[in-house]
């Protein structure tokens, strides 16, 4: 126990994106394993309760598999560990669908902060209060209090954020900690695949604006950040690299990786006086996202077969330098490196476009489609080719007659 005494430990996690894709990959079952290491973390630290800072889900309307996800962390969460969940909606979450039966789920110990309304009353655990703010915009704050019309603008997020705050029931003398799901200023660009809130110099919320918690738990920006100099303000992060910005780079040489940003979850201690002591906590996966850049497409190939099953199952994006075409490229990258994609930067294109010879209102069809072939394959169609062609040219001439 840390000087001061122990008020409550909780585990901070945040943008696990249920059901996302990487590109036309699904990431079910990385998820899975994910979570379930999340749950075994849970297990061992006993922690006083968990916050999840939104984006539970990749989508408004989940699917069922994740939602068999969620179910599933839940119950051993909550209903086996015994472990209060304080749960918010992130702008990809839908708030009264994640909730549903949000009164029951309360009195098993999985608290929700659906709307604006919500935010003043703390969910108070071990003398600690614990207030949740969900994802919102002006727009929202506007009509939750039309009572007193506030008149924020539509990308006046630090005034929306302070209107908010402003609400909460606020106790003098015990331990605070605030839950949202927001940009805030200072913590780099928005991931990949989020709708932009910060959108030319406005949207962010300034770190002052929470000034007197304890601690700030973070959602939105997928990487663990500490923001301002002062306070702990805190992203947590997603638990999986969800686009290839955020991949590793490989050569596929057998060396290790290098760069990508690491994963995990903040392992937080409020104590009484006020003072906190956190941990970030990795969590991996047996896959990983990563960027092979440097080779052509046949050195790709040779490497990549000389891995053992389990190395070729990473979502992998391969820059490949060949700058002439490649037949077949993406069937054969993925007989070898099943979840791969494929980027050629630097195709050569002629310096003059080829055109039709001829008038093209008295050109054949048939003349025109030889002339195709010798310009992308630099020579005449043979003997058998003519000879197809010409068998379709007249059936088509039959058809038409009839």
Not at 31 to 55: H, M
Not at 165 to 178: C, N
Not at 179 to 189: I, K, L, Q, R, Y
Not at 245 to 266: F, H, I, M, R, T
Request: charge should be negative; include cysteine; aromatic fraction near 6%.
């Amino acid at each position: 126990m840390a000087e001061g005494g122990q008020a409550l430990r909780f585990i901070h996690t945040a943008d696990w994106h249920l059901g996302k894709r990487l590109h036309d990959f699904s990431l079910h079952e990385v998820q899975k394993e994910l979570i379930e290491s999340f749950v075994r973390l849970v297990n061992e630290v006993e922690p006083d309760a968990v916050i999840v800072a939104g984006d539970v889900f990749d989508t408004h309307v989940p699917q069922l598999t994740a939602l068999e996800l969620w179910e599933n962390a839940v119950e051993a969460i909550v209903a086996e560990a015994g472990v209060p969940m304080l749960v918010i909606p992130g702008n990809h979450d839908h708030p009264d669908r994640m909730s549903a039966h949000h009164g029951i789920a309360k009195r098993a110990g999985l608290h929700f902060v659906r709307s604006l309304a919500d935010c003043p009353t703390p969910v108070t655990i071990d003398g600690v209060d614990i207030y949740g703010v969900p994802f919102h915009k002006p727009v929202h704050v506007n009509a939750a209090y039309r009572d007193e019309p506030p008149g924020i603008g539509d990308f006046d997020y630090r005034s929306a954020m302070a209107c908010v705050l402003a609400r909460l029931m606020r106790a003098e003398g015990r331990p605070a900690i605030l839950v949202a799901h927001a940009f805030v200023e200072g913590s780099g660009d928005e991931p990949d695949g989020e709708d932009a809130i910060m959108v030319g110099g406005a949207g962010g919320v300034p770190v002052s604006s929470f000034v007197g918690f304890d601690y700030v738990a973070l959602g939105h920006i997928h990487g663990p950040r500490r923001l301002g100099d002062e306070g702990e303000v805190h992203y947590s992060g997603s638990l999986f690299p969800y686009s290839f910005k955020e991949g590793v780079s490989s050569a596929l040489d057998g060396a290790a990786p290098q760069g990508g940003g690491v994963k995990g979850v903040n392992v937080v201690e409020v104590l009484s006086n006020g003072s906190v002591d956190r941990e970030f906590v990795p969590l991996g996966a047996s896959r990983r996202v990563q960027v092979i850049d440097g080779l052509t497409f046949d050195e790709l190939i040779k490497r990549a077969r000389t891995l053992d099953d389990r190395e070729r199952q990473h979502y992998t994006l391969a820059r490949i330098t060949d700058q002439g075409p490649v037949q077949n490229a993406i069937a054969k990258l993925r007989e070898v490196l099943p979840n791969a994609v494929l980027e050629q930067p630097n195709v050569s294109v002629a310096e003059s476009v080829a055109r039709l010879r001829g008038d093209h209102r008295t050109i054949s069809p048939e003349d025109a489609l030889k002339q195709l072939y010798a310009q992308v394959y630099g020579e005449d169609m043979s003997a058998l080719e003519l000879e197809i062609l010409e068998e379709i040219a007249g059936g088509r001439q039959e058809e038409a007659a009839a």
